[in-house]
């Protein structure tokens, strides 16, 4: 069992996981270059490999579930090729069965043996996947009444997505033994130890465009103290800089309009009158007729893709002096090589500071590449909004789903 706060967690110790059929669910979602449909960082993948390795040599059959992206973005794709990644990391087949829980998968997770391995298709191909609601509704879902019959327990080594109450993540620790897989169980024991509250100053660079969740997070860590300074890029900077008054140029604007985020100025303005510590580039990375070119943040009519080298400089400026960095979603359009030098300066700059360091988020690890890190000054976590929103003290559905759950 792992404590966290209230919560009393079962770990695979705590379970009889011995020659069972075991549903794992992983998160994998992983940064897809856009045209291609490629995976562009495939650390999440490798992080659920020791829990899996230990389910298969105590001689259990493993399906695996994971979602990729959300319905209508550009990364959302099947799981055939995380599945090969997978293959190639665990030394031997994972299956991919291109379905969820249908017949097929049925009758698949039915004929599986010890030892072997499947891979689910896209969690979020199934409608329910996307609502929100208590473990008890989702526990009578279609997913989890129909894969809970063909398995014998559940195991959620998705920690960055424990933030979401969906079926796949809290339905099946009602109705079925279950417990939190190694990743789980290292990343929520490793951040309740780092994040106390003695380190100090704890400087946070939040990007992405996540925006609503990022504001959230913002919203706990003002209202609870957590933070001294809130560092911004990407597509939360933008909203907070229109919620400060600044002119982004009709061009960002209705990007902002097309990612349906320009409705959460107003939450923003509410955050800064609140006295939320946000502070906000003074200067950009534009693309304008094809060209890169550096803009003040006070004259923009390129569109914005990078924090430019000002910004670069006061930011790192704070995190030198930090005691303690939190880095979650990229400071740029990092996908595209050109946008990447905001957010690897600034995570070079945390990791040369005197404080620890925590990364998360499965665009911003990707930054990370093959940089060497010191375990005792860096964690590098797989959760992006979850990791935040567990640093802000919120307690997270899936934790609470275990922690309620059936036990064997
Ligand atoms: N200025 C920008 N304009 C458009 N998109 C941006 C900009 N800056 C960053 N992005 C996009 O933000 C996305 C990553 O945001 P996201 O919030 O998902 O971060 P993350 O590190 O993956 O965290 P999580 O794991 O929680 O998703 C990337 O696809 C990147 O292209
Ligand atoms: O990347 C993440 O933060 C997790 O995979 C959760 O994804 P979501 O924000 O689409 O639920």
Redesign the pocket.
Known sequence: MIRVGELSIPTLDDLSFLNKKILVRLDINS?IEPKSGKLLDDSRIKAHIPTLRELIEKGNALVLLSHQGRPGDSDFVGLEEHSKVLSRYLGQEVEFVEDVMGPYALNRIRELRSGEVIMLDNVRLVSEELIEAPPDQHARSFLVNRLSKVVNSFVNDAF?TAHRSQPSLVGFPVVIPSSAGRLMEREVSALAKIFNSETSPKVFVL????VQ?SIRIIENLSKRRLADRILT???LA?VFMIAKGMNLGKENLQ?LERHGILSLVPRAKKVLLAGAPVEVPVDFRVESQGNVIEESSTRISGI???VGPTTEEIYSSFIRDAGLTVL????????DERFRRGSSSLLRAALESKGYVIV?????ISVIGEAQLDPAKVHVSTG??ALLLFLAGESLPALEALSRGVKA
């Open positions: 940064p960055a990007g992405g465009g996540k969740d890029g990407g597509l933008e990007i914005i893709k990078d979650r979603g990229p400071m740029g359009v990092i996908e998360g988020g499965g665009h911003m992006g909004g």
